[in-house]
DNA sequence: CCGCTGTTGCGCACACCGTACGCACACTCG
DNA sequence: CGAGTGTGCGTACGGTGTGCGCAACAGCGG
């Protein structure tokens, strides 16, 4: 051990450490581990990274957050208070709803790591941004005259839709920005080995020989259409 | 160390540890991961725990599989072989679906910790069990006079609705199972706090004070709900 | 002004993790 | 009887989350 390391040896070799604010708060903590989450993915995050971030040590997040599946569920709420939702001005329910859904799988697709966290938070919808997106999202389907029973219901089945399309598509982006290249190289790459995998499966390999198309517009054409279709089914309810 | 713990000090001490087959296959180590997963969980599996399982050392595994990340691939592929895909005699394409979709929510909710993995897991769809799964599915599709491409875009969609239901579904039994309680008791005791937090929000603040159903019937029916939806929806795009 | 009390940050330590590396063995083939 | 090959394992490294107890201060009553 270096002479020079030991502890405090005299008054103003003593640093001094007392800042006006309290050094750490929840919502700064929150917000770092956003940024590190959104940079690095969710494999990078350790609580003693995140308190290198912030000048800290790692156990001094303790203080202010449980551990670190509470800091995930934060954060987590924080992504979804970023969805947007439109207000009924000038619109119908289903171009708001649509507007909505394209914004919460744009939110998703921002963070893809939150895939990979989804599954794990339960009681997501305690958290005040959450409520507050369900609330507003509740206030659409009533909008088009959905009963407020079967607004909840409308609203769980498009949120499931949304979340089911994100985490497949949050799963591919990520091994996919693992391996560096961009996704229509990926694609261009696979598909020989795609096409040669299909053989015994002919349905399958009837769409993989099939013309290709730009990789990037056809996932978000395929979520359109799924979307188009839950609403669909949701008009056939109202009178 | 204890003397009697040193290396075989002569022939006889020595353990023959020949075995007629390969202690170890990619089979065994699949299987016994599957069974750990189920009975303990997500955060309960590492290579050392699931080789100490199979008689044998931690790094052993390595010589089957390339990584964890890897062998979750694989248990993954294991899971949805599970998923049961009826044939089409004297059903009609939306009985089958709807069958289908249940059994694949049957399977993702008996294997709770999936909910975890599948955002991390990409080009799960490589896996023979999901190629085969998604084949089938095609076939039920196709057999409603859907069109190839239309039958893998309702295809993905069915899909998509399921896994969105199941994340959510599953990460709140996951919750539910740490804390020991019975999914009834949870939502019970959960109720005071639920209306008092929901004070600001009108709608959920009605939702949260109507009539309490039961809890497991309740997540049931919702998921029946939107999956009628879903095929509606799907319904309108035919002749 | 002094001392007390409560809050905050931090260093240390523990148990555990994934896995790279290289050795020891038993079997197969020449 | 070698040589080669595949398989299991022991050791080690650099990480992880987090419990625990101490040190430094802020705000306070006296």
């Not at 030991?6 to 006006?20: E, F, I, L």
Request: overall charge negative; some cysteine; charged content about 25%.
């Amino acid at each position: 051990m270096p002479v020079e390391e030991q502890p405090a040896m005299s008054v103003w070799t003593r640093p001094q450490r007392r800042r006006d604010q309290p050094a750490l708060s929840r919502a700064q903590i929150v917000a770092e581990a956003l940024r590190l989450l959104d940079s690095e993915g969710i494999e990078a995050l350790s609580m003693r990274k995140l308190g290198a971030r912030l000048d800290a040590g790692a156990t001094s997040l303790y203080r202010h957050v449980a551990n670190k599946d509470e800091l995930l569920e934060l954060v987590v709420d924080e992504v979804y208070g970023q969805i947007e939702v439109p207000d009924t001005w000038g619109r119908t329910w289903r171009q708001a709803v649509t507007a909505c859904a394209e914004s919460a799988r744009a939110v998703l697709l921002r963070h893809a790591w939150i895939a990979s966290v989804l599954g794990q938070v339960g009681l997501a919808y305690l958290g005040p941004n959450v409520m507050r997106l369900n609330e507003r999202m509740l206030t659409l389907f009533e909008a088009g005259k959905f009963s407020p029973a079967e607004a909840d219901r409308a609203l769980a089945t498009v949120m499931a839709y949304v979340i089911g399309t994100a985490t497949t598509e949050a799963a591919w982006l990520t091994t996919l920005s693992r391996s560096g290249r961009s996704e229509q190289e990926w694609v261009d790459g696979l598909r020989p080995a795609l096409i040669e995998a299909t053989k015994p499966y002919p349905r399958l390999h009837a769409l993989a020989t099939a013309e290709p198309e730009e990789a990037e517009r056809s996932r978000g054409d395929g979520f359109r259409y799924g979307l188009d279709r839950v609403l669909d089914g949701l008009q056939t309810r109202l009178p």
